[in-house]
């Protein structure tokens, strides 16, 4: 008798693709015979810097004690996260990368028959999420590729429990000022939990532009998720943390696992937050890199999203996915989004100066072609 996994597994989980990430090097390498020296990835918002010094020497005082399990509670990191915000550690709640607590939130306050309002175009773990745990995911058409606030806050029924909202918004690099979030944020009932993903927020400068560890005493309903893997360039300890109302936070660290966050990730984390010299510099290397792909694109008379972010999305019409497999074959690692319902699109991290330009090279032999 064959056991029948599919019946067993519960229905929401069905329904999930597998995330697909970026391509590694070494795949690649592999695949086309390449030298992974030669190849470089643009592809997963990675901090192209790699590395703080601090978080290097940090991490290698913590291996002697890779024996021991990490602090539970991640006081050290807690502490570190509450001096740079302002914050009490009351109101933390610490993740293996933010995906996790994105996760542990849809666990804690949605289920079977809930709703969980998100938009098109919007980060793919908000779905997983909200169908793992058999909620109904309800997605409101994007505007201009990003949030439609109006839209979003009209979505919300008396069976929603969640909105999920971010800012800016991956894949597309959109966002919203304060002004349209405060004016959702009133028209949103004060018993939905409103999630606010902030994994970019470090690359903004812009008045104009919400920080949403403001709106939290006025909206104790708010729960705003930050990560260490991009503008810190901590992608590989995958470390994040929310920040929200000290209740919601004892609720998220009932479903925590205990050790959710490993040492190396704990003590690198901390010491990134006290390394501001290192976030400037990522901050302008970004900023730079932002530039240079931009002025390229226009060259191109391509279209592209303007984006907040540390990736910019570029439309190739019908032949994207034929220039994305061929720059795959010259080495140069982009996004595709067909995933994300945008066929006609790759995603492309921002790099390092000559990596920029490698790929724009590349990219205009192609297109020329």
């Not at 293996?96 to 793919?124: K, T």
């Not at 532009?209 to 503008?231: C, E, M, W």
């Not at 109302?245 to 003590?267: H, K």
């Amino acid at each position: 008798m064959v056991c029948d996994v599919e019946v067993l597994t519960r229905l929401g989980v069905r329904s999930i693709q597998p995330y697909q990430p970026g391509k590694p090097i070494d795949e690649l390498a592999r695949e086309f015979g390449l030298e992974p020296a030669n190849i470089i990835k643009l592809a997963s918002n990675e901090n192209p810097l790699g590395p703080s010094p601090k978080v290097l020497k940090a991490i290698e005082s913590a291996t002697a004690e890779l024996s021991r399990y990490p602090d539970g509670n991640g006081f050290i990191l807690k502490q570190a996260i509450a001096e740079k915000h302002g914050v009490q550690q009351e109101q933390i709640t610490l993740g293996n990368g933010s995906n996790d607590v994105l996760e542990l939130i849809a666990r804690a306050f949605a289920g079977p028959n809930d709703e969980v309002v998100f938009s098109e175009y919007a980060f793919v773990v908000y779905p997983h999420a909200t169908k793992a745990v058999e909620a109904i995911p309800v997605v409101v058409p994007a505007i201009n590729w990003g949030h439609d606030l109006t839209a979003m806050a009209n979505a919300v029924t008396n069976k929603t429990k969640l909105v999920f909202i971010a800012n800016p918004n991956n894949p597309t690099g959109t966002w919203f000022s304060k002004t349209e979030l405060e004016v959702f944020l009133s028209k949103v009932s004060d018993q939905v939990i409103v999630v606010l993903d902030e994994a970019y927020i470090e690359y903004v400068d812009d008045p104009a532009f919400p920080n949403g560890l403001d709106y939290l005493k006025q909206h104790p309903n708010v729960i705003v998720t930050r990560t260490f893997s991009k503008a810190y360039g901590l992608a590989g300890l995958r470390v994040g943390y929310s920040i929200s109302s000290p209740q919601i936070a004892d609720i998220l660290n009932r479903l925590r696992q205990a050790f959710n966050v490993n040492s190396l990730a704990l003590v690198a984390a901390a010491a990134a937050l006290s390394d501001q010299q290192y976030l400037a510099d990522s901050v302008k290397v970004n900023q730079q890199g932002m530039e240079q792909l931009i002025k390229g694109f226009e060259a191109l008379g391509l279209n592209y999203i303007p984006s907040k972010g540390n990736f910019i999305t570029v439309e190739l019409g019908e032949q994207s996915q034929m220039i994305y497999q061929q720059l795959l074959a010259q080495g140069v690692i982009v996004r595709p989004v067909a995933n994300y319902a945008m066929p006609h699109h790759l995603r492309v991290s921002i790099g390092l100066a000559d990596e920029n330009q490698r790929f724009l090279v590349a990219l205009k032999q192609l297109v020329a072609e």
